[in-house]
């Protein structure tokens, strides 16, 4: 039992730590937002000099071979700061499938591109009736010939209105919510066929609508069992919630520590209004939420990679509900604790709170994990 | 970073676990797990076979009888006891008293003190609370003056838990009338046995009585039984609050109750199904498990961090530990009594003296209503989850 970080993690959480204050200030995140993607393009090749994008890949894949922990380091940091690169889009679950799923040709192809900051993925998975069930794909991939040809509709693609590359479920046999008959594919952004409308999200990150129609997939771009990949979409999915919790930390912590700032130097009636005791017990509550949040990401990271699917399911799910709970009470107090400062566009604490708000609505929010955790029994053994 | 155990620590778990589920009888485990309470010699039972195997001061020095554990084994020691049902070794005498003498006190009162302590010859009590000293505990008003070689103790305690048990019990006393609050205050040692001492029982919502009053008469304390330094002994109580909270979010208190309540919602039927196939009391349940989860990881972030800080001192977030581990336990009470459904109204048959009819209740209805009330009192002892709010604002929070 050991909650240390090596003297290589604390390093790489300090060097981003000190890029993020340096590069990422209110008006250099706003001037990000505002460019065409929507992200830095310098930034990114910054995160690839220092290796970050390289981080989960095995090093013969051209990769560092970090573990969950570096990710979650990684995605605190990113979280913290707002980052808008798609780190979690590309590296986390584009990444993922070709590290759990890939062939070594497909690694061979993508990986270094990836490492190297010239290719983008996104992952094509939410359509229009699917909610938060992964197993519920509309959009159909037919064979034809040695290949694939798929058509359907993907609504929110996160990082999806600059990616090179998606990473695309689609049904290959059975009916619309099968567990069987999923397929996974990598769909070149420049195909035929396939129309993107890019827009903005409520948190200001950038994704996009895609329709396929009579897309052309080569059977190489096919990611392991054409009919069998809902274990390694849930698999990379269940990754990419524990990601996403530890980016769901760093914003939750900056939201809190920007919200002391504010009760330590506001003054009304005379006093800081963190000297009223109605204000001191809400800031209390919410970093007991904090503290809590922060045990599970650490849960969620811990057994991210556990081999046992229903382990890391009833382990992902329950981190998610913290997640959920810890961040909605923080955020939402946050926001009432400043007043109407954090009522506007101009301060940092409202962006955190939208995209806070967002996270939940991510890959299950809490009624859709707590329902999950019931029907697994629960988390405590 | 590692939050798994170690393979050391996964054989030291396994030998505790062996321990407890073979060497403390099954019939003091199951008063646990069935809800009822301990009778004295249950606790004694308990605590001395503890005892036997050297293991009933785990936190104490070695010199004085403590195991040497790290911080980790220590943790894993007490979630498996609270697992397995057992009563603790007795709070007053290995958690509360001991370490503060052990801290403070001369040579003379530990030699004297601590060995009969740690087996239990002696049965400690705590006197702090008085009925006008509460969550502003400084405030207290027993006085103990000074007549040559003692002191004269005037005044009241109450919320004594267990105190008609007691033979001795540690109380914070004023000293010096005209010093600041905290400064006039002493921590003395006093024999139950003492002519002057009265014990009143208060009856409390759950029926039980483990709590009194405690009234102090012209009573007599050889000025040798004071604690460290006269007018110290706010420092020596905030050590033993402090102390207090750490083992306070009973971690395997609330997994213990987490497999009663799955049990149970198997056992008893709502409708066609049992009540654990009602999604809303599954997810009541999931959610319930959720918060205890995050407990269990922050109290073992809490304890690998005392590996860094030192033992000994405690860390101002274990007010985390005090807030969340009472509401989980308190929320436990709460779904428990909604398994039952108006099979938690009826009295107990217990508590109905000698009657010899058949229960109106399943047997494991009893104690379910008593403990939901009983519990109450978590959030308020050991420092009311208020207080916790202040301590985390002021130390954790700078505010």
């Known amino acids: ?381 | 970073m590692d939050l798994r155990f170690s393979p050391e620590e996964i054989a030291f778990r396994d030998e505790v676990r062996h321990f407890f589920a073979t060497q403390i009888p099954a019939a003091i485990r199951n008063k646990t797990i069935e809800g009822r309470k301990f009778e004295k010699s249950d606790i004694v039972t308990a605590h001395k076979i503890m005892y036997a195997r050297g293991w009933a001061t785990p936190n104490w020095p070695k010199e004085w009888g403590g195991t040497g554990w790290t911080p980790i084994q220590q943790y894993i020691f007490m979630e498996e006891l609270q697992q397995s049902g057992s009563p603790q070794p007795l709070q007053f005498n290995v958690q509360m008293c001991g370490p503060v003498l052990i801290q403070f006190a001369s040579e003379a009162q530990k030699k004297r003190f601590l060995p009969r302590m740690a087996s239990l010859d002696d049965w400690w009590c705590q006197g702090f609370s008085e009925p006008g000293a509460g969550s502003d505990l400084a405030s207290l008003k027993t006085t103990a003056k000074r007549d040559g070689d003692t002191y004269v103790v005037n005044g009241q305690k109450t919320w004594t838990t267990l105190g008609q048990y007691a033979d001795w019990i540690f109380c914070l006393v004023r000293t010096d009338l005209a010093a600041k609050k905290q400064e006039g205050i002493s921590f003395l040692l006093i024999d139950m046995k003492t002519p002057g001492i009265t014990v009143r029982p208060i009856q409390t919502i759950d029926g039980g009585r483990e709590v009194n009053e405690v009234f102090f008469d012209d009573v007599r304390v050889p000025v040798e039984n004071l604690v460290g330094q006269e007018n110290k002994g706010w420092d020596y109580a905030k050590f033993l609050l402090g102390n207090e909270r750490v083992g306070i979010a009973r971690v395997g208190v609330s997994k213990e109750r987490i497999r009663r309540i799955r049990q149970l919602a198997a056992l008893e039927r709502d409708g066609d199904r049992p009540i654990i196939e009602n999604p809303r009391f599954a997810e009541k349940l999931a959610a319930v498990e959720v918060e205890l989860k995050a407990l269990e990881m922050t109290q073992l972030r809490v304890v690998a961090a005392e590996r860094n800080r030192g033992t000994g001192k405690p860390d101002p977030a274990s007010s985390v530990l005090k807030i969340k581990g009472s509401e989980i336990q308190q929320a436990t009470t709460e779904l428990l009594m909604d398994i039952m459904g108006p099979y938690s109204i009826p009295m107990a048959d217990d508590d109905m003296d000698g009657s010899n009819e058949l229960p109106i209740a399943p047997d494991y209805a009893g104690g379910i209503a008593p403990a939901y009330f009983n519990w109450r009192k978590i959030s308020i002892y050991g420092g009311t989850n208020e207080i916790q709010r202040n301590i985390i604002a002021k130390a954790v929070l700078g505010l």
């Open chain 1, 1 to 381: 039992m050991d909650f240390d970080l090596s003297d290589e993690q604390r390093q790489l959480k300090d060097n981003l730590e000190r890029l993020m204050a340096a590069e990422y200030g209110f008006d250099k995140r706003t001037a990000y937002a505002a460019s065409p993607h929507g992200w830095s393009r310098e930034l990114w090749a910054t995160y690839a000099e220092l290796g970050l994008l390289a981080v989960p890949f095995a090093e013969a894949d051209g990769g560092i071979g970090g573990g969950p922990t570096e990710t979650m380091i990684i995605m605190e940091q990113l979280g913290h700061a707002m980052a808008l690169e798609p780190y979690l889009a590309t590296v986390v679950l584009g990444g993922g499938f070709l590290r759990h799923g890939g062939s070594v040709e497909q690694k061979a192809r993508l990986i270094p591109g990836i490492v190297s900051g010239e290719t983008t993925l996104a992952f094509a998975q939410q359509e229009k009736q699917s909610r938060y069930d992964l197993a519920d794909v509309a959009t159909t991939a037919r064979r034809d010939g040695n290949g694939w040809v798929i058509d359907g509709e993907k609504g929110v693609v996160i990082g999806g209105d600059a990616a090179d590359h998606f990473i695309v479920t689609a049904r290959t046999a059975g009916a619309r919510r099968d567990h069987t008959g999923i397929g996974a594919f990598i769909v070149d952004a420049k195909s035929t066929g396939l129309s993107r409308r890019g827009y903005v999200t409520q948190d200001g990150q950038r994704a996009a609508q895609l329709t396929f129609a009579g897309v052309k997939v080569p059977a190489s771009d096919v990611i392991g069992d054409s009919a069998g990949a809902l274990p390694l979409i849930e698999r990379v999915v269940d990754e990419g919630i524990a990601a996403l919790c530890a980016e769901a930390i760093g914003v939750m912590t900056m939201m809190h520590a920007t919200t002391l700032d504010y009760l330590k130097t506001r003054k009304q009636f005379g006093l800081t209004i963190g000297s009223f005791q109605a204000v001191q017990h809400r800031a209390a509550d919410m970093f007991v939420a904090l503290e809590q949040a922060r045990s599970m990401a650490m849960f969620a990271t811990m057994m991210a990679d556990d081999s046992d699917a229903r382990e890391r399911a009833r382990a992902i799910s329950a981190a998610k509900v913290q997640i959920g709970r810890s961040g909605r009470q923080i955020g939402q107090e946050a926001v009432q604790l400043h007043g109407g400062i954090a009522m506007t566009m101009e301060y940092n604490v409202g962006h955190a709170f939208k995209r806070m708000t967002m996270i939940d609505r991510m890959f299950g929010d809490t009624d859709h994990h707590l329902a999950r955790l019931a029907g697994l029994g629960g988390v405590i053994g």
